[in-house]
């Protein structure tokens, strides 16, 4: 037995050599959630103002100095895609971005409970449902069409894919972008006190 735990032990010490997949797996993971992000910003600025300073009342956000928070976090999304994607800087950026998640979380999906996608129980997925069943009966064909490639869902736009970015940036926050594959890597075998 001991024999066993000895190189289940070696094993999993040697696996430590590929630790910066894991990294570099979050951050590839993140890269299309922050580029649709940070493309919708740039090119949607003036309508991404408007409804920060629209009230909530009206389905905005009723933040103040819309404009300044716009510009904060789009300039956040911009920065962060390109960090996290080169691995440049990749501790200090994640700050501004965990805290553009809990904004994000807070103020946007927060109220719509925990999941992402309705469950089957909501009224708009009851709706989607009913739908789906006159589309199957009055035309078989555009049925087919329209659920080839999936099941269509019905967003809910819960909390939970905010918190799971949040915890990935949280983790890049804590060991950084990871060995090899990574700016920050290279730069600090050049310059030792570069932040990684």
Known sequence: MAKLIALLNRGLE?????????????????????????????TGFSGLVEWFATPAAQ??????????????????????????????FTRIVTIPLAILMTVAGLSVHWSH???????????ASMRLSGLMTWLQQSFPGRF?????????????????????????????????????????HWLAKVFPRWPK
Request: with cysteine; hydrophobic share 50%.
């Open 14 to 42: 040697r696996s430590k050599k590929l630790d910066f997949v894991a990294l570099l797996s979050i951050r590839l993971y993140l890269l299309p959630t922050l580029y649709e992000g940070a493309h919708a910003k740039v």
């Open 59 to 88: 389905g905005g956000l009723g933040m103040p100095l819309p404009t300044l928070m716009a510009t904060l976090a789009t300039g956040t999304e911009v920065a962060g895609l390109i960090c996290i994607a080169l691995g440049l």
């Open 113 to 123: 409970g925990w999941a992402a996608i309705a469950d089957k129980s909501t009224e």
């Open 144 to 184: 087919n069409y329209v659920t080839e490639l999936g099941d269509p869902i019905i967003l809910n736009n819960g909390i939970e894919f905010t918190v799971t970015y949040a915890i990935m940036i949280m983790v890049l926050f804590f060991y950084g972008a990871g060995r090899y594959v990574s700016a920050d």
